[in-house]
């Protein structure tokens, strides 16, 4: 076993322990803190992948913001705070069977694919490539620009929606 | 290379052994003689006042809606910046930032503006 | 180390742009002026997607520009613009005293109405994944929003949660089924996944996979059953002329999405994906009727209506041939006049006095002919075009996807639409009925009815008429357009 396989292991662990923290834990607050040690795994799948940039995004976004907001979120409704919540209603037995078939098939088609692998080497600069590509209008310099779009679509409605009335 | 990130897992490492010792040493070995003050929740050593957990400001939400989307735009930002004094017209490159940026602009204005950034 | 930047022909998007530009130019005035004059807003929006509308038109000289893998102006995607910008001047229309009326944000409202309309359009346009995701996202967004944004009223919000975590829901389906179909192909340019199909051999299960993935998506989308558990209450809780809009421009433009992933970059697995979209056709009208049939209520009882539309325009994508995408776009396109129109009345009918219902129920309509006998016609009309009575817009619309369906080889699923759109006959007719034949309450007075929506109400009666009876512009523009994306 080379060390990057002990290292994806490891980091297996963390993303998907974290992600079955989220999912069982009775205290919303923890399942908030399980689901930030998903995304660190998960941002460790990133490094592991040598897409470094991707990687930081991640921890800068995903952990720095988005668990903020969702552990800010659980912050401002007191009773998800204090009290203990049951992971499971009876409508379980149906999402474990709905979620095995979805896995088994997923398993069983994914395994059989012949995954198309390149030979070419991540470039050293990858983030001045990726600086090239978001402004050239031969690449994504228009997703960039919709992007912000999107952005300002989200701060509008963010708005709205946290406005007392 | 993966192989350069031993450091930062030689840190994390470091972190976790350590806040392990500093929670672990004195759970075992410290003198327990609880008292009502001891018990106290440390507030910067003033008086707690209500309960702690009490349910926060929806502007606390605002806030961090406002910094995710401005964190990513950050994200979008940094490459752009790599790259920017090599590209060519310059003006063009600027403008296409400048564009991004303007949009993003008009959200903070529109929210200063709403009085989404006073705090009540 | 130099890197030139190419410059590009803005003149592709111009539409987009004038809508994005009409957007902020909303929200800049918004910011300025007094709480009297917000009224104005919806002049300065209307004018805008009137000018996107025309510029659409314009454009199409047939030589289908594309801007770099990400968005085309070919004849589909102008063909679509025309069709979501109708539902947008419409629902402008309908919206100025009703946003007054329920104290709806105007600046907001407007604002993003229109970045709602901009998102709709760039996926009309989009050629590339990504930016089908980014223009998914930015309708969506602003949809979510518009629904939740009468802040009076209770089941606005459940509605706007709903359709947020249903659609959030949506939208991971539809991104893992791309991540799949990046995985094989290496890029998400639609071209080159069409080229990665095309080159030949036992077709890639991860393509596959990421097809139904991805039509799972856009079937949330366009409320396809099984995804369509979340219409009836988002459409009965948001507010009426978001209604109007949504049922129209998100339906068309998860269709453009849909049409082209599945004719031009999955065009050469048609064999694969037909029966799939054949079934999907079935089951949404028979499901969607048969719900319609019970309902009291008319938001909902056109919610349900809306899902079997979904299901009739379906077919034409599920017969796979230039007919079925051509009958599709005229469908849409139809279905953009009599549905907007159709929830304009429900607008003009809160009004009423003594309206129990909130001019939302049947009785609120009985004996509107004696009352309001020029809304009792229109309304009559949208309820005819609906069931597809001849010789209306949408008798023709069914004719030309059952048609195309027919040529198809789908000749069973023809019959599922004929048979379902005479069990639709009822609920439509009930309507009808209870306008001309039924005693209204004497408490009941006609109110006076805005200026704005009865041009739009007039406009979009006009429309289905003509449409209906002298539909041959139309038609060849969407043989055009969808020559445009099938080729040839």
Redesign the interface.
């Known amino acids: 076993m080379t060390v990057s396989q002990v290292v994806f292991i490891l980091l297996s662990i963390a993303a998907l322990g974290g992600a079955l923290g989220v999912v069982f834990a009775r205290n919303l607050f923890r399942a908030a803190l399980a689901l930030v040690l998903s995304f660190v795994g998960v941002a460790g799948f990133y490094v592991l992948l040598e897409a470094e940039f991707l990687a930081m995004v991640q921890i800068l976004v995903y952990v720095g913001a988005i668990a903020i907001l969702i552990i800010f979120a659980i912050m401002l409704s007191r009773r998800m705070m204090s009290s203990e919540t049951q992971p499971w209603n009876e409508q379980w037995v149906g999402a474990v069977v709905v979620a095995a078939a979805l896995f088994a098939a997923l398993v069983f088609i994914l395994s059989r694919v012949d995954w198309p692998a390149t030979e070419a080497q991540v470039p050293a600069d990858s983030i001045s490539q990726l600086g090239q590509a978001l402004v050239s209008p031969d690449f994504y310099v228009l997703p960039f620009e919709v992007a912000s779009v999107l952005l300002l679509v989200a701060l509008v409605g963010a708005v709205i929606i946290a406005r007392e009335q | 290379m993966p192989a350069d990130y031993l450091p930062i897992l030689f840190f994390a490492v470091v972190a976790v052994v350590l806040s392990a010792i500093a929670v672990l040493m004195p759970a075992l070995f410290g003198p327990k003689r609880p008292t009502s003050v001891k018990l106290a929740p440390y507030e910067s050593g003033k008086l707690p006042i209500g309960p702690a957990r009490r349910r926060f400001s929806i502007q606390y939400y605002l806030y961090a809606v406002l910094f995710i989307l401005f964190d990513v735009e950050i994200v979008f930002l940094f490459p752009w910046a790599v790259v920017f004094r090599d590209l060519a017209p310059r003006w063009l490159g600027l403008a296409e930032a400048a564009v991004f940026v303007l949009i993003l602009l008009l959200g903070l204005a529109y929210v200063w503006k709403k009085g989404g950034l006073e705090w009540e | ?8 022909d803005f003149l592709v ?1 111009a539409p987009e742009i004038v809508v ?1 530009i009409t957007a ?1 130019l909303v ?2 005035v918004d ?1 300025v002026i007094g709480r009297e004059q917000k009224g104005r807003l919806a002049w300065v929006a209307l004018v805008g997607v009137l000018a996107a509308g025309a510029l659409s038109y314009y454009l199409w000289d047939g030589s289908d520009p594309a ?2 893998d ?2 085309a102006a070919d004849g589909y995607a102008l063909f679509l613009n025309l069709a979501i910008l109708v539902a947008a001047a419409l629902a402008i229309l309908f919206s100025l005293e009703y946003t007054g009326r329920v104290g709806l ?1 105007q600046g ?1 409202y407007y ?2 109405l229109l ?1 709602s309309t ?2 709709m359009m ?1 996926m009309a346009a989009a050629i ?1 994944l ?2 089908i995701f ?2 998914l ?2 309708l969506s ?2 949809l ?2 518009l629904v ?2 009468n ?1 009076a009223e209770r089941r606005s919000a459940e509605a706007a949660l709903k359709y947020f975590v249903l659609g959030a829901f949506a939208s991971g389906f539809l991104l893992y089924g791309m991540a799949l179909i990046y ?2 192909a ?1 890029t998400t340019s639609l071209a080159g996944i069409r080229a990665a199909v095309q080159a030949g051999g036992e077709p ?3 393509l596959l ?1 990421g097809l139904g993935l991805m039509i799972a998506g856009f079937g949330f989308k366009v409320a396809l059953v099984p995804f369509q558990m979340w219409t009836p209450d988002v459409y009965q809780g948001a507010p009426t002329s978001v209604t109007a809009f949504m049922s129209v421009g998100a339906k068309v433009a998860g269709f453009a999405a849909l049409g082209r992933v599945a004719l031009y970059a999955f065009g050469d697995l048609q064999g694969d994906w037909r029966w799939v979209l054949a079934v999907l056709s079935a089951l949404t009208m028979t499901v969607g009727n048969l719900a319609a049939l019970r309902q009291a209520n008319l938001k909902r009882m056109l919610a349900y209506s809306s899902i079997a539309h979904a299901g009739y325009a379906l077919a034409g994508l599920a017969a796979g041939n230039a007919q079925g995408t051509s009958g599709l776009l005229f469908y849409l396109f139809a279905y953009a006049f009599m549905n907007a129109g159709a929830f304009a009345i429900i607008i003009a009918a809160g009004r009423f006095e003594g309206a129990t219902g909130g001019g939302e129920t049947l009785d609120d309509f009985a004996g509107l002919a004696a009352r309001k006998p020029g809304l009792a016609v229109a309304m009559a009309l949208f309820m005819l075009s609906l069931a597809g009575v001849p010789p209306l817009a949408g008798f023709l619309a069914k004719l030309y996807v059952f048609g195309a369906a027919v040529r198809g080889g789908l000749i069973w699923l023809a019959v599922f639409g004929v048979v379902n759109s005479v069990i639709s006959a009822y609920y439509y007719l009930r309507v009808v009925v209870s306008m001309y034949m039924r005693e209204g309450r004497p408490a009941a007075v006609p109110a006076p009815v805005c200026a704005g929506l009865q041009v739009g109400v007039a406009l979009a009666a006009v429309a289905i008429v003509l449409l209906g009876l002298w539909p041959g512009p139309i038609v060849d523009l969407a043989r055009v357009a969808a020559l445009a994306l099938l080729g040839g």
């Open positions: 180390m130099e890197i030139s930047l190419p410059t590009f998007v994005l902020l929200m800049v910011m801007l770099h990400m968005l944000a907001e604002t993003l970045l901009a998102g760039l590339n990504m930016t980014l223009a996202e930015i967004i602003s979510y929003v939740g944004l802040r995985g094989q290496g890639s299960a991860l996979v």
